[in-house]
C-alpha cells in the first residue's frame, strides 16, 4: 500500500515540477561555434531529458552488448549443472531401488556435468559398489578423501571397501586417521574401540572411551558401564601377571558395575583372599539379585577359605533363600548337597524342575542315583535325557554362543555384548516345548511288532551282586522322541491273534481334518516341510563325501537355464 501512496506523490512530484518550469519567463542562448541557438526555457529542458535519457539507454545497451558473452557462459554452465543435478538426484533415486545399469548411466551423466559436485563421486561411488566394482569404488572413495569437504565420507567408505576385503590393518589405520579428523565420528570410535579390544589394548580402549564421552556419543551411564567392562576384561587378564593391577582395576570395575557378574566374581575372589568376607559376600549378592549365575553360587560358597561341605550348603542356601525359585539357585543348592552327601536335600530342590529338566537338571539327577545308590542304569537314563533336555542358559553375542564371558561380541564388535541366556537353537518353535512325534509315527510304532517284556521287581530292590538290567530300561522323558527304540529283552512268544487283531491298522485317517472339507481342507496340510535353522546353529555339512567309484564318466550335461533353455526347449 505505501508503494502505491509513494509511487502518486512522486507523479504528482513531477507534475508540479514541470508545471513550475512552464510557468518559467526567459530564454537559454546557446553558442557553438557560428552556431547559436536561444531556445525558451521550457523546451531546454526537455531536450535536455531527451538528451539524457537517449545517454542512458545507450549506455544500457553497449553494457548489455558488453557482458553478453558472460551471460552465455554463465547460462550455459547453469544448465550444465542442472543437468548433473538432475542426474545425480535420479542415479541416487535408481541405486535405491537397486536398477544398477540406470545408476551407471547417471553416473556418467553426473560426471560429465557436474564433475566438481561431492554428489557425483559419492554416486560414482555407490554405483560402482552396486555393480560390484570394488576398484572402481575405491578409486572414488580415495578421491572423495583428497577433497577437504568429503574427507570424512571417503575415509567411511574406504574403511567398509577394507572391511569387504578383509584387510583389518588397513580398516584400523582408516578408521584411526578418521577418529583424529572428527573425534565425534560414531562409526570411527566404535571401530577403533573393538579392534583395540579385540586386540588386548584395554588402555588404549580406556582412552577411546574417555573421548565418547567427551564427544557426547555416550551418556554417563553408559560409560559407567562399558569402562567397567573394559577393567574387568583388564583385571581378567592381568589376574595372574600382574595381581595389584588386577585388583585395583577390578575393585574399580565393580564399583562401576555393581551387577557385572565376572567383576563380582573376581572382586569376591580377591576380597577371599584378603579375609574380608563380609565384604565378599555383599559384593557376590548385589550381583545376584540382578542376575543369578553359577559362578556366583560357587563364589559363596567358597567365600571362606577351609569351610566343610555343610557349612558351604548352608551359605549356598541362604544365597538362594534371596531368589526363591529361581533355576540357578535350586542347581547350586543341589550342588552343595551333593558335596555334601545331602541327597535327599538335592532331590528336594530339583524337584520342581524334574518334569521339564534341562541339560543341568539332569546331570545332577544322574550324579545323584550314581553317588547315592551306586544305580548305574537310572544314572544312564538321566544321562540320556540330558541329551534331549533344554539347554541351560550360556553367554551369548549376536548368535555366538561362548564357553567364557567376553567383553565385545566376536560377530560384531560390540562392547557388553554377552549376556547370559538361552542360546537361540535351544528356543522352541511354538508355545509347546516337548517334542511331539506326528500321527503318522504314532500309527507306524503302534503297527511295529512289539515283544512283551514280562513284569520284573524295580532295579533298587535286587540284590547286590546281581547283574545290572537297567540298560534296558525306556528312557521316561517329557519330550517324546520323534522314533522310540523298542526295548530288547529275552525272546518270547509270538504274540497270539487276538493280540494281532487289536493292533491298530498302518494308515489311520485324520481325525484333524474333516470329510466335509474335501479337497479344500487336504490343500491345508503343506506337501513339503520347511526345515528351518538357527542363526547360530553351525548344522552340519550338506555335502556327501566324493566317491571316485560312484561318480559318471561322462557326466549328462544339465539344462541351460534362460532364454537358451526355453529356446532349447521349444525346439524340442
Known amino acids: 500500500m505505501y508503494r502505491i501512496i509513494l509511487f502518486l506523490l512522486l507523479i504528482a512530484l513531477a507534475g508540479w515540477g514541470a508545471a513550475w ?18 531556445p525558451p526555457l521550457p523546451v531546454f529542458v526537455l531536450l535536455l531529458g531527451i538528451v539524457i535519457v537517449a545517454a542512458m539507454l545507450a549506455w544500457t545497451i553497449l553494457l548489455m552488448l558488453w557482458r553478453m558473452p558472460e551471460r552465455i557462459r554463465r547460462s550455459r554452465r547453469e544448465r550444465r549443472h542442472a543437468r548433473g543435478r538432475h542426474a545425480i538426484t535420479q ?32 554416486l560414482h561411488a555407490q554405483s560402482a559398489q552396486l555393480d560390484g566394482d570394488r576398484e572402481g569404488a575405491r578409486r572414488a572413495f580415495h578421491a572423495m578423501a583428497g577433497r577437504k569437504d568429503t574427507r570424512l565420507l571417503g575415509l567411511r567408505g574406504l574403511f567398509i571397501e577394507a572391511q569387504r576385503a578383509d584387510d583389518p590393518v588397513a580398516a584400523v589405520g582408516i578408521a584411526e586417521e578418521a577418529l583424529k579428523l572428527a573425534p565425534a565420528s560414531t562409526w570411527a570410535s566404535h571401530a577403533v574401540l573393538g579392534f583395540r579390544c579385540a586386540k588386548g589394548d584395554w588402555n588404549g580402549a580406556l582412552a577411546i572411551l574417555d573421548n565418547n564421552l567427551a564427544s557426547g556419543l555416550i551418556d554417563k551411564h553408559a560409560y559407567r558401564r562399558q569402562r567397567g567392562v573394559l577393567l574387568t576384561a583388564r583385571a581378567l587378564e592381568l589376574e595372574k601377571v600382574d595381581r595389584d593391577l588386577s585388583r585395583d582395576s577390578v575393585m574399580e570395575a565393580i564399583k562401576l558395575a555393581p551387577t557385572l557378574v565376572p567383576a563380582a566374581v573376581l572382586a569376591s575372589k580377591y576380597q577371599s583372599e584378603a579375609h574380608q568376607i563380609r565384604r565378599s559376600m555383599r559384593i557376590v549378592e548385589a550381583a545376584w539379585l540382578a542376575h543369578p549365575h553359577p559362578d556366583l553360587a560357587d563364589a559363596y560358597a567358597h567365600v571362606r577359605l577351609g569351610d566343610s561341605a555343610r557349612q558351604r550348603l548352608v551359605r549356598v542356601e541362604t544365597l538362594a533363600a534371596k531368589a526363591p525359585g529361581h533355576l540357578e539357585g535350586a542347581l547350586a543348592v543341589a550342588r552343595a548337597a551333593i558335596d555334601a552327601m545331602e541327597f535327599a536335600r538335592a532331590r528336594e530342590v530339583l524337584a520342581p524342575f524334574i518334569a521339564a529338566p534341562t541339560q543341568r537338571v539332569a546331570m545332577l539327577m544322574a550324579e545323584i542315583e550314581r553317588t547315592e545308590h551306586g544305580d548305574s542304569g537310572r544314572a544312564r537314563t538321566w544321562t540320556l535325557r540330558a541329551v534331549r533336555a533344554l539347554h541351560d542358559p550360556v553367554w551369548t553375542a549376536d548368535g555366538y554362543v561362548s564357553d567364557r564371558w567376553r567383553p565385545v561380541s566376536p560377530v560384531s564388535g560390540r562392547l557388553d555384548a554377552f549376556q547370559w541366556q538361552m542360546p537361540l537353537a535351544a528356543l522352541p518353535s511354538d508355545k509347546d516345548a516337548a517334542i511331539e512325534s506326528s500321527p503318522f509315527e504314532e500309527a507306524m510304532l503302534a503297527a511295529a511288532p512289539r515283544r512283551v517284556e514280562p513284569p520284573r521287581e524295580p532295579p533298587q530292590e ?111
Do not use: Y
Open 462 to 572: 535286587l540284590p547286590a551282586d546281581a547283574p545290572a538290567a537297567q540298560d534296558n530300561v525306556p528312557v521316561n522323558v517329557t519330550a517324546k522322541p520323534a522314533i522310540e527304540p523298542a526295548a530288547v529283552v529275552a525272546p518270547v512268544p509270538p504274540p497270539t491273534e487276538a493280540v494281532a487283531a487289536a493292533a491298530p491298522a498302518l494308515f489311520r485317517a485324520r481325525q484333524d481334518i474333516p470329510k466335509a472339507a474335501g479337497k479344500a481342507a487336504a490343500a491345508v496340510i503343506p506337501a513339503v516341510i520347511p526345515i528351518v535353522r538357527a542363526p547360530d546353529d553351525p548344522g552340519i555339512d550338506d555335502e556327501g563325501v566324493a566317491d571316485e567309484f560312484t561318480e559318471q564318466i561322462h557326466p549328462v550335461p544339465g539344462q541351460a537355464g534362460g532364454w537358451r533353455g526355453f529356446l532349447s526347449r521349444w525346439g524340442s
Open 21 to 38: 518550469v512552464a510557468d518559467q519567463p526567459g530564454e537559454v542562448l546557446m553558442s557553438w561555434g557560428g552556431w547559436r541557438a536561444h
Open 91 to 122: 542415479g541416487l533415486l535408481a541405486i535405491g531401488h537397486g536398477d544398477s545399469s540406470a545408476a551407471r548411466q547417471h553416473a556418467d551423466v553426473a560426471r560429465r556435468h557436474a564433475a566438481d559436485d561431492p554428489l557425483a563421486l559419492l
